[in-house]
């Protein structure tokens, strides 16, 4: 069984920056991509990056290029983001998941989810 596990989340000023983290455990888990997720209160869940887990290939959706990073430590089964110049519609629970075959941004297609952690941007 595979579990993610987001940490780092919390409340900043706009402008300020943050580290997101996602470990990942089970014994199964090789992943062919992870992602990064984000859902406001009242809005669907949106795509914000991915990252292919062997070749390190990177997308980011348009609202946070320049601005977030994602990288992965493929030893330590872990996916970190980046999240510098917070903007207050960056506020969202941010997911990371995992996809066994997929490198898209359909969240219905991932295989594996966090429980989330709450980014909060204040104005």
């Given at each position: ?29 090789r992943?062919?991509?992870m992602?990064w997720f ?8 949106e795509f914000?990056?991915n ?14 290029k ?7 430590d493929?030893?330590?089964?872990t996916?970190f ?7 207050p ?8 998941a ?5 490198s898209?941004t ?18």
């Amino acid at each position: 069984q595979v579990q993610l596990v987001e940490s780092g989340g919390g409340l900043v000023q706009t402008g300020g920056s943050l580290r997101l983290s996602c470990a990942a455990s089970g014994r199964t888990f090789r992943p062919y991509a992870m992602s990064w997720f984000r859902q406001a209160p009242g809005k669907e869940r949106e795509f914000v990056t991915n990252i292919t887990w062997n070749s390190g290939s990177a997308y980011y959706a348009d609202p946070v290029k320049g601005r977030f990073t994602i990288s992965r430590d493929n030893a330590k089964k872990t996916l970190f983001l980046q999240m510098n110049s917070l903007k207050p519609e960056d506020t969202a629970v941010y997911y990371c998941a995992a996809a066994t075959s997929y490198s898209g941004t359909q969240p219905t297609m991932l295989d594996y989810w966090g429980q989330g952690t709450q980014v909060t941007v204040s104005s």
